[in-house]
């Protein structure tokens, strides 16, 4: 019995070959794995005295054998195979995050999505997000993809990280993202109560602070001085 890999995903060629003394051999192999018959896998005996059958094995450890059945058991007898080793590993898989909003202001709300890819068909299970050490959230993994909503308060980069678990058939693997904190920019506009005045008058100065900042970004906090020219005249909180 002989395995060969035919280029596809996990796909083997199963080959047994029959050998007998006497002419007029004929019969049906059927291939097991772990002690199992492989569905479909009951083959003909070839006029060279050879069967295939093309399988396609999940990942792990296999022990293949071949069982011949012959036609007429009165000449020939059944045969079992020596198992064959055969050893499959897990599709390697990548991990692309992309975000919704970078950069953004503090408090503001960010959905980071992971794409995650490998060869074959679309990898299954749950991706695990985090901003450092700080864990983000999880979410199970939906045609490929999976998604967190997190709000980040500190300015700064932040490293994302998005961690697949893996599953039966595709392998475990991680990525960072640097998801950019700023500052809200903004700027002030002076109001004075009277345009002149005379002197020893009182007039109120009213700073604005402004725009005002989007949903979930808290408002400025902080103290705006007045000054005339290069003085002082007063300071007053937000």
Partial sequence: LTAA????????????????????????????????????????????GTASFLAVFVPGSHTLTAIFTPSNNQTFTASTSPGVPLSIGRVSTSIEITSNLNPSLPGQAVTFTAAVTGGGATPSGTVQ??????????????????SVTATLATVGTHDIFATYGGDTAYADSSVRFGQRVDRVTGSLALAVSAAAADFGQTVTLTATLGPVPPAGVPAASGTVQFQEGSTTIGSTAL
């Fill in 129 to 146: 997000f985090s901003d450092g050490l700080q864990a983000l959230g999880s979410a199970a993994l939906v045609g490929g993809r999976a």
């Fill in 5 to 48: 890999p035919t280029g596809a995903t996990d796909q083997y060629r199963l080959t047994a070959a029959v050998v007998a003394n006497v002419p007029g051999l004929a019969g049906t192999v059927t291939f097991y794995d772990n002690g199992t018959a492989i569905a479909g896998s009951t083959t003909s005996l070839a006029a060279g």
